[in-house]
């Protein structure tokens, strides 16, 4: 079984930055996309940012430019670094993993910007 465990999150004013973290349990994750989701109360959880096995990336829009996912293979980690983040960035932040027949989650962290 894979756990997956966020860190790094907190409270930040805008404009500031935060890197979060996932540390990932198991065998083979090198193998896998890994991907950055967020969910605010009352609305779907939505996609930020994920980074395939071959390091290619993908952005949701509205952080292209300010955000940048990473991952280390010999680490099982996989990270987000945030900057200029707004107040609408405020979120619980959770790490998948996901491929053919795997699709696990962390527990989520929370990022909160407010001033």
């Known amino acids: 079984q894979v756990q997956l465990v966020e860190s790094g999150g907190g409270l930040v004013q805008p404009g500031g930055s935060l890197r979060l973290s996932c540390a990932a349990s198991?065998?083979?994750?090198?193998?896998?996309?890994m991907g950055w989701y967020r969910q605010v109360p009352g609305k779907q959880r939505e996609l930020v940012a994920h980074i395939t096995s071959g390091y290619d990336t993908n952005y949701v829009d509205s952080v292209k430019g300010r955000f940048t996912i990473s991952r280390d293979n010999a680490k099982n980690m996989v990270y987000l670094q945030m900057n200029s983040l707004k107040p609408e960035d405020t979120a619980v932040y959770y790490c998948n993993m996901y491929g053919p027949a795997v699709d696990y989650w962390g527990q989520g962290t929370q990022v909160t910007v407010s001033s």
């Open positions: 198991g065998s083979f994750f090198s193998l896998y996309r």
